[in-house]
């Protein structure tokens, strides 16, 4: 993860894919599928680092203001997320289980999911059948994320959890990387009402790259046809584009083969779905690198909505300025926790 600050070859690819996509901006998940602290920082840590050896090319931002004046520079931002909320795990009280997110706020990261497939203290992921919904202690975990300004994710969630999470929270929430059950009945795409309570709140949905989610050829013309269906039903200013892997390098398989052999290993929690499913993991990934669905071919996706008839402010809002209304109605400057000893 931070082989591009060392190596020439890798800065120089990591450069030219940046400026192949034409973002200036990217949510980068800087913590990895856990409650646990101490792993989430880890790679955090490391995408921290990134971008401190990487000053000409990459900078962190935690306000809309601070992405504006970056792409008036000619800079790439980093906006980083966590795929879960870090939690003590002590489950004694609501005040010791959620102290980390104020660290966490101070860090820079702003935006966090509430589950991430499976159940958690604050709700059931997407691939509980039970659908339970959110917790007492999830409601909790919201009030403070609203304090602190941190932007709940909920592409990973349940359906009940998803829309109690949007009712719940004061401020808009985000389907970050998503796809429309109504195309394709996967358990990580939302149904109507889902997205509806999402979007009556403020908050947007984005629809992803991964083929196995987007259904039909699982290609361009599958993500624009998502795109298509989102705005008929709920408007170009409820839409935008949450691709998942954003770029895999030409080096990767020379590193992996570098790497020392591993054993099998067992499938880890957070990637179990349910019995039959389509999504076959680490697998998942392979047809997004044949069919290059990654963030370099975003233009591509601009091209797309042009073809399909999308007007000039309309394209504007599904390409960026939604997400950034969204993230400037909830993100502030880091907030004094009422808890801190």
């Not at 289980?97 to 059931?124: K, S």
């Not at 889902?194 to 629809?207: F, L, Q």
């Not at 691709?243 to 895999?248: E, G, L, N, R, V």
Request: glycine fraction near 8%.
């Amino acid at each position: 993860m931070t082989g591009w600050a060392t190596r020439d070859c890798l800065r120089d690819e990591y450069r030219a894919a940046w400026e192949a996509s034409g973002v200036t901006c990217m949510f980068l998940n800087a913590g990895e599928e856990s409650n646990n602290p101490l792993v989430l920082i880890k790679r955090l840590a490391r995408y921290l680092a990134l971008t401190d050896a990487m000053p000409e090319i990459l900078e962190r931002a935690v306000t809309v203001e601070g992405i504006r004046q970056a792409h008036a520079r000619g800079k790439r931002v980093l906006c980083l997320s966590t795929n879960g909320v870090p939690l003590t795990g002590n489950t004694e009280t609501a005040r010791d289980e959620l102290r980390f997110l104020q660290v966490f706020a101070d860090l820079g990261v702003r935006m966090m999911h509430l589950t991430y497939n499976r159940r958690n203290l604050l709700g059931d992921g997407c691939a509980e059948p039970a659908n339970a919904g959110l917790s007492d202690f999830g409601r909790e975990a919201i009030l403070e994320m609203n304090r602190l300004g941190l932007l709940i994710d909920v592409a990973h969630s349940g359906w009940r959890t998803s829309i109690e999470a949007a009712q719940a929270s004061t401020r808009p929430v985000v389907v970050s990387h998503s796809a429309l059950w109504e195309l394709q009945s996967h358990v990580r795409c939302k149904p109507d009402d889902v997205i509806r309570a999402v979007v009556d709140g403020g908050g947007t949905m984005g629809i992803t790259n991964v083929p196995a989610f987007l259904g039909g050829g699982g290609d361009l013309l599958a993500l624009l046809d998502h795109i298509d269906c989102a705005v008929r039903k709920f408007g170009h200013k409820a839409v935008t584009i949450g691709i998942d892997s954003a770029y895999i390098s030409r080096w990767a398989d020379e590193a992996s083969r570098a790497l020392d052999p591993r054993p099998p290993e067992r499938p880890r929690w957070e990637n179990f779905w349910p019995p039959g499913d389509a999504l076959s993991l680490p697998e998942w990934n392979l047809p997004l690198q044949k069919q290059s669905m990654t963030s370099t071919n975003w233009p591509l996706i601009t091209v797309g909505l042009v073809q399909r008839g999308h007007s000039d402010e309309a394209i504007r809002h599904i390409i960026g300025e939604n997400m950034l209304r969204v993230a400037g109605q909830v993100w502030n400057p880091p907030a004094a926790s009422p808890w801190r000893e």
